[in-house]
């Protein structure tokens, strides 16, 4: 079940041009719940995640007609696995391709240059609260005092992970995550 994100919150939180709708489509292929939450509540872009990853195609995104990750890979000349093939591109985390499968709502993530995938998110939902609580955490760890050796960055790190894992503990299920990777980041004092 999906978390409820209110809309007006993600758009106080990251502008309305900084947040990317997915318009239903009549005979649509995507999970209920999925597809509803991209048409009303959408996407966030902010510096770690992007659901434009073309932006010399001024279209609007839409799910049913974006490249399956099997197009996205053969674009690339790689092989994509044939359990995703069919599965569609959410969009861009650092430096990961982030797919959904339309037919449960999951969200992976296929680190630059791989061919093999991680369970990011339970759901949307869950990936638009982790970036919620990351941009909240960015704005509060710059107020942080920097003197201390990064003991207050790796603070405020522990606590934007335990905000993240009490909605999903997906994010930080495996070492090879790209949450994992950039809170690792985080708390070395590679932010801000």
């Known amino acids: 079940m999906l978390t409820h994100i209110p809309a ?5 939180t990251f502008g309305l041009t900084a947040v990317t ?3 239903r489509t009549a005979g649509g292929h995507l999970h209920e719940p999925t597809a ?5 509540v959408g996407l966030p872009e902010n510096s770690f995640y992007s659901p434009r990853l073309d932006l010399e195609n001024q279209a609007s995104p839409r799910l049913s007609n974006s ?11 790689a092989e994509c696995p044939p359990e995703a093939e069919g599965w569609e ?4 985390f650092i430096y990961a391709t982030v797919a959904l499968d339309p037919r449960d709502g999951k ?7 791989e061919e093999f995938y991680v369970p990011m998110h339970a759901d949307v939902s869950s990936l638009v609260h982790s970036l919620l609580v990351l941009e909240q ?7 942080l005092p920097h003197d201390d050796e990064g003991a207050a960055g790796a603070e405020a790190a522990e606590r934007m992970k335990q905000r993240i894992t009490e ?8 070492a090879d995550s790209e949450w994992e990777k950039l809170f690792e980041e985080i708390s070395f004092g590679m932010w801000g």
């Open 167 to 174: 909605v999903d503990p997906t994010p930080f299920a495996s």
């Open 36 to 40: 509803r939450f991209l048409s009303c």
């Open 67 to 77: 490249p399956t990750l099997k197009a996205h890979f053969e674009a690339d000349g």
């Open 8 to 12: 007006s919150t993600v758009i106080e």
């Open 89 to 92: 591109v959410l969009g861009g």
């Open 21 to 23: 709708y997915f318009p």
């Open 107 to 113: 969200i992976y993530a296929f680190p630059e240059g």
């Open 137 to 143: 955490g960015k704005a509060d760890y710059k107020n």
